[in-house]
């Protein structure tokens, strides 16, 4: 029988030594992302056949497991069927989601068409270019780099790292203040609060980049991301004054230019659903979407 333990902090190089070797697309896959909903999502994990196999609940509360992470093709099957067994003694809803294309690509060799695949578009992360989030040119984002210019031209501001004093209390409180004007009954507000502030303690440990943006030394924006991989970044989370004309314009842009202009893509997360944060993040214009999937096995002969 499996046993999985709830992650931790303290559980990093173990995740370090399989998703390190992993070039994951998709920003379920990082570390910091399963530490910030660890408690929102029940996120365990366990070890079997030398594969990390990661268990979580998605906001609908259905558990499920992660992709398999460090299995090779020889044991993938035995992995799965182990994992058919405890899907259906706990009669958990899906056996995969958070699945990336590599992954269905391994499953298909194996099960053809007896699965069944689909589309979590909620959760498809977006993606776009540092240069052109940086840059902000073309006819697509002339109206970000007019917010951008009106909040240099208008303001008194300074964009200031994490590590300068201060910096991190400022922070804390902005988030505790942006979930007490935004939170309506949200609990997974409560549990992202709850998230930012211990990655927020735990920055050098997580190797997380962060930085304020103050107006008239009022903190009025901040984000928190990282290098994904050497191709990628991650924007984990990103808060600012909706008061504060270009204050999202300009945190976006200048976090990038001034953390992430070596990486060629940026993974700005999911939208959830939520037509005012699909929205938003439709207007950047992402060249690509992370795809993710759900995926269920109904018909694997399996022994009990």
């Known amino acids: 029988m499996l046993k999985f333990e709830p992650i931790t902090l303290e559980d990093k190089s173990i995740f370090d030594k399989y998703l390190g070797s992993y070039n994951f697309s998709t920003s379920e896959y990082s570390f910091t992302n399963l530490i910030i909903w660890r408690k929102a999502c029940d996120i365990r994990y366990t070890v079997y056949q030398d594969a990390l196999i990661i268990k979580k609940a998605d906001f609908n509360g259905n558990y499920h497991f992660m992709q398999p992470i460090g299995y090779i093709r020889q044991n993938l099957k035995a992995i799965v069927e182990e994992l058919v067994k405890y899907k259906r003694e706990h009669n958990m809803a899906y056996l995969f989601e958070d699945a990336e294309n590599t992954f269905l690509e391994d499953l298909k060799e194996i099960y053809g068409s007896s699965m069944d695949i689909k589309e979590d578009i909620d959760n498809f992360d977006y993606i776009y270019t540092s240069e052109k989030l940086i840059s902000l040119s073309g006819k697509k984002l002339h109206a970000k780099k007019n917010h951008y210019n009106y909040f240099i031209k208008n303001y008194a501001y300074e964009a200031k790292d994490f590590f300068e004093p201060g910096v991190k209390s400022d922070i804390k409180t902005a988030a505790e203040n942006w979930y007490r004007e935004k939170n309506g009954g949200n609990k ?9 502030d211990e990655i927020t303690e735990n920055m050098k440990f997580l190797n997380l980049k962060a930085m304020a943006v103050y107006v008239e030394s009022k903190i009025v924006a ?9 191709n990628t970044g991650i924007i984990h989370i990103e808060k600012a004054s909706s008061s504060t004309r270009g204050s999202y314009a300009f945190v976006n842009k200048t976090f990038v230019e001034n953390y992430l202009s070596d990486v060629k893509y940026i993974n700005r997360e999911q ?7 699909r929205k938003a993040k439709k207007s950047y214009h992402p060249v ?3 795809e993710k999937y759900c995926v269920d096995i109904p018909d694997i002969a399996v022994p009990d």
């Open 288 to 290: 690509k979407m992370g």
């Open 222 to 230: 901040f984000t928190i991301g990282e290098r994904m991989n050497d």
């Open 271 to 277: 939208d959830l659903g939520i037509p005012g944060l």
């Open 188 to 196: 997974y507000l409560e549990y992202e609060l709850m998230g930012i």
